[in-house]
């Protein structure tokens, strides 16, 4: 099949999980066309079997705001054409799934039938969607999908709460390449950041308010104050870093705390760490916590969206309540200090990543792609 799939370029989120569903098609003998405004992170080597398009948006002193979604439209018009794409499937309801209906309305004359799928990636519905300023346009977009997915139950059943919804939405989860996300001897890192053979804490995410990562400083002290040698790596970057960056210096912590910054490899970093800590204030999967789990990393994470979906409490790390700080830095220091009890954890982390696993998470978008089309 032609496949094309639209979606963000960033570093995390849904991104990643449509460059690398694009790369597992790819190797079942698709051709894929990734669109994108620019090359995703994870589009990192060439290959024969996916072309990348990028969006290109000219500039006119009339536009302050140049307009994307018509751009990508007409990309998306000049791929079913000429690219003949089997299935269009975009990532991210914002602006992509508009874009695409867009684009069938001005094929519609010519008789296209390319099914429009449309994943469901988090903050598309639980954040900006729902915001009154988008509502009936991401309600009509999603209605006009011809298939619908979502990334976890709780993302499904808060798109029906949310949303006048009357398409059947399919869970269709985050998924984990279990061979590169795995955990492998970097201890030469390790020695060099702990010394002392300190425990390693670690955070990736993109820094957003929502990620709450003054939290993850927060519950740092408190391990640390709870008398745990240890060091926390905060992994990535974005607007709430000063913050984080602030915190560690109020509470005088900063020999304790590394800034590394965005990293292409982190299943490096997993490596040599002890724990992940995600205490988000809202997650519809939380695919940051697979692949630390699929590098058998316990994780304390808040009890909030898909992440009891993922992280089961008791079995590979622990929930706690929003904003529990001392929840959060209570449970790190029972994981961090039995050992018995962190290697329970961390062979629960790496079966529970193991039902993810990316190849059966493809074959099922692959079986949905089919059934979509035989419904048109
Ligand atoms: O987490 C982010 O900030 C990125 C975001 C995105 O939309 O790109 O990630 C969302 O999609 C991921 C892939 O499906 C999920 O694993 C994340 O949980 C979800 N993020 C949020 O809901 C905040």
Redesign the pocket.
Known sequence: MNIGIVC?P?F??????ATELAKGLANRGHNLHIISYAQPARLDSFRTDITYHEVDLSTYPLFEFPPYDLALANMMVNLIQFANLDILHVH?AIPHATSAYLAKQILNSKASKVPVITTL????I?LIGSDPTYKQVVDFSINQSDGVTA?SEYLKNETYRLFDIEKEIRVIP?FIDLERFKKSKKEHFKKAICPEGEKIVTHV??F?E??RVTDVVEAFSKILSNGVPAKLLMVGDGPERPKAEQKCRSLGICNHVRFLGKQEQVEEVLSISDLFMIP?G??????AALEAMSCSVPIVSSNI??LPEVNIHGETGFLCELGDIECLGNCATKILSDENLHAKMAAGARRRAEFFEMDKVVTVYEEYYGEIQSAM
Request: proline share 0%; aromatic share 10%.
């Open positions: 963000y960033t995390g989120g849904s991104g990643v999980v991210y990636h988090g903050t598309d639980t990334v985050n995410s993109n957003r929502v990620k988000s809202s997650e519809t999967f939380g695919l969206g898909g």
